[in-house]
């Protein structure tokens, strides 16, 4: 006896015929559809939120790796010889010098570091000085090539670079006055006097982050000595790696490159805790939307069971006409499986597509809202990030099929186990 094989051309045909019948014909058209729109409604938010995610992961490590050193090495407070407390380098080129002789060290720049307030066009505002080499300065990736840049670098030895945040506050343009007001000034006899110096703006940059922008003063290192009564000391090291994920290693040939009494502050100290809440919030969102999908493969089941109780006369008489249970099985699940196949396809379309296009959508939705709806002083980037990636799309479309394969399953089977005698007793 010859047999067929599974998921032969007539049990396609007999799902087709199911998933197009209408109601009064005893087929389900209308839950298909709730069940196909439910589906991809579900792919497609899944994979337009991770790609939302993994924008904001990627863009907030560029804008920390690419703008901040991947480590700092500082000198650990100390008393001297003369019981003085020392926090500042000295003899600082040769340092560099062993820095840089690091197997992995790509970058070792020095630095004068301080916080004061800036002043122009009365008004105020707090900003992070960094006094560094111009030839320092343009290794830093951000800085040589942000997203907006007004001004040329290469004047950076006759004024100071500020971010764009700090040129909007102040109200500030290119050959403009900035004023720095340091409490730590010069000792009198009446107390300290604070230092208040003027410098003229000859480079404006903005890597797209917040806290950066909006904070960030560079000046020439030999100008920031002498503004900071540093003078022939620096305040740190900017250190870049080659692997800056691989940076933790290299904490100890640092240490031991700058001497004694000195301590290193990798990116991951600073940053890795926001980093790791990013991961947490990606997992914690991909359950919750994985809810969704499986929500929307209920719809399936439900569709399923009526199509099976609507469809029990025509099983009967398959049956008797000598189709199989397997057979049976498979014409049923067919039927649900394409839903999830074809929902699923189009929930992917969806979200790549609105990964792809976000900033237009963005733009739109921005503007039908009046604008405002995205404020970077709190969520610290300029625009709306997303990426795809391969994991994340790979993710939805298993988690969509596995779960609509095996929400077809059952019903499907039951369908398969029904008697024909009693399928066809009442007929």
């Known amino acids: 006896m010859r047999t067929t094989p599974p998921f032969a051309p007539f049990e396609w045909l007999i799902a087709w015929r199911y998933l197009r019948a209408k109601r009064r014909e005893g087929g389900v058209s209308v839950m298909t559809w709730i069940s196909l729109i439910g589906i991809t409604l579900a792919v497609f938010a899944l994979i337009a939120t991770m790609a939302v995610r993994s924008g904001f992961r990627t863009e907030f490590t560029n804008t920390i790796l690419g703008a901040n050193a991947h480590a700092t090495v500082y000198v650990s407070p100390h008393l001297d010889e003369n019981n003085r407390t020392v926090r500042t380098f000295s003899d600082f080129d040769p340092i560099a010098e062993n820095l840089r002789a ?31 080499r111009f030839e320092d300065i343009k290794t830093i990736p951000l800085v040589v090539n ?3 840049q007004l001004g ?26 900035i004023t720095l007001i340091s409490p730590d000034g010069i000792k009198t006899a ?9 410098y003229e703006v000859v480079y404006i940059f903005g890597v797209g982050r917040y806290d950066i922008d909006r904070t960030r003063v ?9 503004y900071f009564n540093r003078d022939g000391v620096v305040d740190e090291f900017e250190v870049q790696v080659e692997n800056p994920d691989d940076v933790g290693r290299m904490v100890e040939p ?67 006409m000598g189709l199989t249970q397997g057979s049976i099985l498979r014409v049923f699940f067919i039927c649900g499986a394409s839903i999830g196949v ?37 969520r610290m980037l300029s625009t709306l990030p997303a990426e795809l990636q391969l994991g994340d799309v790979a993710s939805a479309v298993i988690l969509s ?18 008697n024909p005698v009693e399928a066809l007793r009442y007929e």
Not at 263 to 291: C, P, Q
Request: charged share 15%; hydrophobic share 50%.
């Open 254 to 320: 640092l240490m031991a490159a700058s001497g004694e009494n000195t301590l290193v502050w990798t990116w991951k100290n600073a940053s890795g805790g926001f980093l790791r809440a990013l991961e947490m919030e990606d997992n914690i969102m991909f359950i919750i939307l994985s809810i969704l999908v499986l929500i929307a493969s209920m719809n399936i089941v439900s569709g399923l069971i009526m199509l099976v109780k609507n469809k029990g006369r025509d099983v009967g008489i398959l049956r008797t």
């Open 152 to 177: 040329n670098l290469e004047n950076f030895n006759k004024g100071v670079a500020i971010g764009l945040g700090i040129a909007r506050e102040l109200d500030l343009a290119l050959g403009d006055k």
């Open 146 to 148: 942000p997203e907006t």
């Open 401 to 418: 099929l596995g779960l609509a394969f095996g929400a077809t399953y059952f019903p499907a089977r039951r369908a398969a186990r029904m």
């Open 102 to 132: 690091v197997e992995g060290v790509v970058r070792v720049a020095p630095v004068v570091k301080g916080q004061v307030m800036a002043s122009a066009n009365g008004r105020n505002t707090g900003v992070e000085v960094f006094g560094e």
């Open 342 to 378: 074809v929902g699923t396809i189009l929930g992917v379309i969806l979200g790549c597509l609105f990964a792809i296009y976000i900033d237009p959508i963005f733009n739109f939705v921005n503007l039908v809202a009046g604008g405002g709806v995205w404020d970077p002083s709190v």
């Open 218 to 226: 560079y000046m020439p290192m030999s100008e920031a000595q002498i």
């Open 190 to 198: 009446f107390g300290t006097s604070p230092r208040v110096s003027a």
